[in-house]
């Protein structure tokens, strides 16, 4: 689970999940000791336990961990309003000037949680593009619909 570990190391937070971290295919679990003993055949595990996210590449954390995350002290975040809130859910970045407040150092290549009011909505990674600063949309919640939205119009 290195690439959570990195993901972690990205967002300055310190996330130790307790139970024991199942692998089934390219989802990231942890289950309580004793529910991981009654596995007997992982070949046909679909889920267990509480869902840490997927690998692809790079670890892509589950709306579970985004939440818990934002609760604690420690990471980066930063806040924005209802309506910057809505346009990152929805995909798109965030322009540097709409964001309200932050914890940790605005710095090119540092990853934010973003937060509306005490929710996480997603975290992105702070770029350049000229001469505007942006945070760049690396996973956001409404990613769930855009999927179920995309399986609904290939049917």
Not at 87 to 103: M, P, Y
Not at 104 to 116: D, I, N, R, Y
Request: negative net charge; glycine residues 14%; proline residues 3%.
């Amino acid at each position: 689970m290195r690439e959570l570990k990195d993901f972690l190391e990205a967002i300055g937070a310190t996330y130790e999940p307790n139970g024991e971290r199942l692998n089934v295919n390219d989802r990231r679990f942890v289950a309580d000791p004793e529910v991981a003993a009654q596995i007997r055949d992982r070949g046909r595990l679909v889920y267990v336990g509480r869902l840490l996210g997927r690998t692809r590449g790079e670890f892509i954390p589950g709306a579970g961990l985004l939440h818990e995350l934002g609760r604690r002290e420690g990471p980066h975040k930063v806040w924005v309003d209802e309506r910057v809130g809505w346009l990152f859910a929805c995909g798109r970045d965030v322009f540097a000037e709409s964001i309200l407040r932050s914890e940790g150092e605005l710095a090119e290549g540092t990853c934010f949680l973003v937060m509306l009011g005490g929710d996480c909505l997603g975290y992105g990674r702070l770029e350049s593009q000229g001469e505007k600063t942006i945070l760049k949309n690396i996973f956001d919640i409404g990613d769930f619909l855009r999927r179920e939205r995309g399986l609904e119009e290939d049917r």
